[in-house]
């Protein structure tokens, strides 16, 4: 059973609120962090959150991750199709992540509609808004 999980938030998210509020909303990442972590309590969980722009520190809370959480959920951003150290962080880990974002990427720009972490994922969900993030606490907790 999944007891305590990690939330990363890649590059930009830091600006939840006032970035593209067309695709992203105009609620910040505050707002968006206590509700996923009311979210996992209410599902018998334990929540951390982390962001960073810097791929090396993703990186790194990712390795740190495969001791201390049962389960992580990931907004990878833009490096969500590129980064293949990402990629084999997580493939590295055994623990299970499931992707998400914000918006629909594949209904935006045609080179975000290829995810190279995907695959190393137990899952992906995107277009659904906050949403997609309370969807990936459900699925960690009926793991």
């Not at 590129?82 to 299970?96: E, F, G, L, Q, V």
Request: contains cysteine.
């Amino acid at each position: 059973m999944i007891k305590k999980i990690l939330v990363i938030h890649g590059p930009n998210l830091n600006l939840l609120g006032e970035r593209e509020p067309g695709i992203y909303g105009n609620t910040g990442i505050d707002a968006l962090n206590s509700n996923i972590i009311d979210r996992a309590k209410k599902n018998g969980m334990e929540c951390e959150v982390f962001q960073s722009n810097h791929e090396g520190a993703i990186i790194d809370k990712l390795h740190a991750a495969r001791t201390s959480f049962d389960g992580v959920i990931i907004n990878a951003g833009a490096y969500t199709h590129y980064s293949y150290a990402i990629r084999d962080a997580i493939a590295a880990i055994k623990i299970p992540v499931i992707e998400v974002h914000i918006s629909n990427v594949f209904a935006r720009d045609e080179f975000r509609s290829k995810s190279v972490i995907a695959p190393v994922c137990k899952g992906s969900i995107s277009g659904f808004g906050f949403g997609s993030y309370y969807l990936a606490v459900q699925a960690l907790a009926e793991l």
